[in-house]
């Protein structure tokens, strides 16, 4: 089967563009997450989506940070007005549904997205 | 704040030899325990995790880790390392009582030499 996809594997922005990355979760996976991961660091968390719903977004780093998933599987996170420190790989994962909050699976991550904010 | 310490920043070693990649996590609750790997131009991978039970987890291409709660502890080893071994490795923890989010180790840099 697929694993996670995410679109574009790379993005060049100039300082202030916008930009809107994708990422396509495994079939069937209902939970959703988003991770940042700097240079020679471990991916940080940034938000998470149970289908549609959007249940966890206290690692967005500002609010021009938007992340939505408005069907329950593809989902966009989008970066408005970017800035130079806004460049590192962005880390989409999926896992199977989670029963009463506890995990029940680990995350299956995706390529990842790499941004460069000139 | 819950955190992952990888000691090791960068490991290198020879085919053959023996690996112990350590793990420390800061958290007193009940945890799910992950490793994950990232080879050369490839995307994070599962190597082996940790819910309950055998504190030994056995995972892929011969790679175990030993849940120590005692020590907050969650090692990686491998008897005999390949050059394939060559990668990024990430411990990452799970609060139980926060399951919607990994926190991930540094990473540590396995350079195996032929």
């Known amino acids: 089967g697929a694993g996670v996809s995410q679109s574009p594997r790379y993005k060049v922005a100039k300082r202030g563009q916008d930009v809107a990355l994708r990422c396509d979760p495994i079939s069937g996976h209902v939970s959703l997450f988003w991770y940042q991961q700097a240079l020679g660091q471990g991916p940080e968390f940034l938000t998470y989506f149970q289908n549609e719903a959007q249940l966890d977004k206290s690692g967005l780093p500002s609010d021009r940070f938007f992340a939505e998933r408005p069907e329950g599987s593809v989902s966009t996170l989008k970066i408005q007005r970017t800035q130079q420190e806004d460049s590192a790989v962005y880390l989409c994962?999926?896992?199977?549904?989670?029963?009463?909050?506890?995990?029940?699976?680990?995350?299956?991550f995706g390529p990842g997205t790499r941004l460069t904010v000139l | 704040a819950q955190s992952v310490s990888q000691h090791n920043h960068h490991v290198i070693l020879s085919e053959a030899a023996s690996l112990e990649l350590g793990c420390n996590y800061s958290y007193g609750g009940t945890v799910n325990l992950f490793w994950y790997v990232q080879y050369p131009g490839q995307h994070l991978q599962l190597l082996l995790k940790?819910?309950?039970?055998?504190?030994l987890v056995k995972g892929i291409k011969g790679f175990e880790a030993e849940f120590i709660k005692s020590k907050f502890s969650f090692n990686l080893r491998k008897p005999s390392v390949q050059w394939s071994d060559t990668a990024e490795y990430f411990c990452?923890?799970?609060?139980?009582?926060?399951?919607?989010?990994?926190?991930f180790g540094s990473g540590t840099r396995l350079s195996i030499r032929p």
């Open positions: 990452a923890v799970t609060p139980y009582s926060s399951a919607s989010k990994i926190i």
């Open positions: 940790y819910f309950s039970g055998d504190p």
């Open positions: 994962a999926s896992s199977y549904p989670v029963a009463s909050g506890a995990l029940t699976d680990a995350q299956y």
